[in-house]
């Protein structure tokens, strides 16, 4: 008679033996229906799984209130008990609802966090619904603490250059930006760097320019044209050159001088050693100026030397008497030649009177010795 029934009991509770249905097993024990045997078994089988099973659902439990839907995950992975239990269904079917939802984050963290994306990550964790202990929202955390202060820095820093207008630091930050591009500080910085750089560019063109060929002129003008910071590198750089090429007005006005002067030679080693522009007009001028009167100079100044040399006094004191130029070597000597205190001058008188009174004895005598040039009249 009792034979069916056991039979049935002995089936269920092997059935929960094996598939270790914690929460069977322990039903069986405490609805007290079963025959003595079988409810030992039952209860000797809770009684060995019952501190693990215990620990197991408790931190399935503690996962769900904490919403630690990544802790759940792997509690499940691990489940070794049936998984029918009544006490791991309903806390699957909770997962499987959670799961839209935090693929979902998930999908927005692990975006962000690849592009380096630090304000759209900082406002995907501020939307995070599940537990800050989960190991993706402690990455992106730690990211943030790790990258933002430097970010921050960084924006900070695009403030001030496009403050100052100093377009060389802000292409240099923007160029070298490490984050995501669509950041709204980098492409605030990168609009304002387009929309400098058509005048930004020409205007470090004439500068680079100016700077490069050493013309004064030219980068003072670009110096004062400058429309951007006065920090900026390009600018300074300008402004140093300038004060290394602070010579340049005392420079022009020798040039000046020695044209006024008629200094050819003083004009000529200034010009060959004009450390600035080939193109400035001050050096232009004077080396047209040094070209047109050259060739005569030279032929003046040649002059001056071949009367000397042959003691021409007539010819030389007429190239002296003619001479337009300044104080040069050649002038001094020439005058020096003729300061022979009159002596060419008694000379010749003393010619003219021996021809007056036909006194050829004597006259044949200072010819004879006649230390002047054979040309003179």
Known sequence: EWGPVYDQQRGEVDRAVEAKNISVLRKIVAAGKHFDDLAEIASEAAAHHAEGFDAA??????GVLT?????????????????????VVGIQQTVEAWTPEYEKLERGLKGCMSDKNLPNLEAACGTWTFSEEDPLFVEAKSMLARLGPERDATAEQFSQAIAAEDVTRLQHLVTSWAYCKLDPAWRAAKRQCDEWDPEYIHQRGALDA????????????????????AGDEVVVAGKEVLGQLAGYDEDCEQLRGLCTAENLDGLRAAVDTWGYSKQDEEFLAAQKYLEDRWSQYQQACEALERYSASSNITALREAVGKWEYGEVPALVQARSRLDDGGAFDRATSELAALVADRNVGVLTQ???AWPYSPEEE
């Open 57 to 62: 659902v408790a931190q399935l439990k503690q």
């Open 67 to 87: 919403r630690n839907y990544a802790s759940l995950l792997l509690l499940l992975s691990q489940w070794e008990y049936a998984p029918q239990d009544i006490c």
């Open 210 to 229: 100016a700077r490069a060929d050493r013309h004064v002129p030219a980068l003072r003008a670009a110096v004062d044209a400058w429309k951007f910071g």
């Open 366 to 368: 200072r010819l004879e």
